[in-house]
């Protein structure tokens, strides 16, 4: 069922739990990700970001139609969220097609100029009934290949919350997008900073390339949302390969797409049972 992200995200740390957000491109991902939280037995948070909307030649209504009605077939609560958005006009968009919540990711301006562009969307978000995240100290990679990225300030972080108002803050404490290794290593004792300074639940972005054990120290330490999409789709294109290897004269989309399908919703279980501490050593 389709769930308020907001209510997910505060029952996760009420119960001190993480909560999954994985990213969304194809119907077959939200589908995988359902099953994937429909097998483990929790909530998760279908994430679709700019980035996919544009790969669906700049339209929204298509994915997140597809995204909202897996939502409410689902057996496990289920929200939606738009992420990484850097254009107002998408950002205004997110709500009329009954995403919980948004982030707005001004990350890559100006301390100045993230606070500015970042308070306006939250009172425009909240007008609409949004959840509203954001980012402070740009987490590397976002343009496709793992970079460093740089790390927030906790006090930074504590006057960016209170200027701009936001639901949850994005902060990069050593964790880098689109990695396909889990080699990254998180500053615990920043995560702990920050979630001593900083009153909104924090978020982790890139967290395909951080370990099993480091996840799980990062949860326990104070991010609640965790995100996710390089991995799933690791585990979806390796299926996808090993399905054409397999058999070379296949032309029927879903002899390779189900497999695919399969192995992302595995994926996501794991993952999930990492994030929840419900499984998993
Ligand atoms: O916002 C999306 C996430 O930060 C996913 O990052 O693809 O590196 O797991 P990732
Ligand atoms: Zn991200």
Do not use: C
């Amino acid at each position: 069922m389709l769930v308020p992200t907001g209510d997910l995200v505060a029952e996760a740390r009420r119960r001190g739990v993480g909560v999954g957000a994985f990213n969304v491109i194809t119907v077959e991902h939200a589908e995988a990700i359902a099953a994937g939280a429909e097998a483990a037995g929790v909530p998760v948070i279908l994430q679709i970001s700019e980035n996919a909307v544009r790969f669906h030649h700049g339209r929204l209504a298509p994915i997140a139609a597809a995204a909202r009605a897996v939502a409410a077939l689902a057996a496990v609560p289920v929200a939606l969220h738009l992420d990484h958005v850097e254009s107002d006009e998408l950002f205004d968009q997110a709500a009329e097609h009954g995403f919980g919540s948004a982030m707005y990711d001004a990350a890559r301006l100006d301390y100045a100029a993230n606070v500015a562009a970042t308070a306006a969307a939250a009172r425009r978000g909240h007008g609409r009934g949004l959840w509203v995240e954001s980012e402070l100290g740009e987490v590397g990679g976002k343009d496709g290949a793992h970079a460093p990225g740089v790390r927030t300030d906790p006090g930074e972080a504590v006057a960016f919350v209170a200027a701009t108002g936001v639901d949850a803050l994005a902060v990069a404490v050593g964790s880098s997008h689109a990695m396909t290794t889990r080699a990254a290593r998180l500053d615990h004792g920043l995560i702990a900073e920050l979630r001593a300074a900083v009153a909104v639940p924090l978020v982790l972005h890139g967290s395909s390339g951080v370990p099993d054990d480091e996840l799980r120290a990062a949860v326990r330490g104070g991010l609640v949302k965790v995100n996710i999409g390089t991995a799933l789709n690791v585990a979806f294109t390796g299926a996808v390969r090993a399905a054409l290897e397999q058999d070379g004269r296949v032309v029927d989309p879903r002899k390779y797409l189900a497999p695919a399908r399969l192995g992302m919703a595995e994926a996501v279980t794991r993952a999930l049972q990492v994030v929840t501490n419900s499984g998993g050593a």
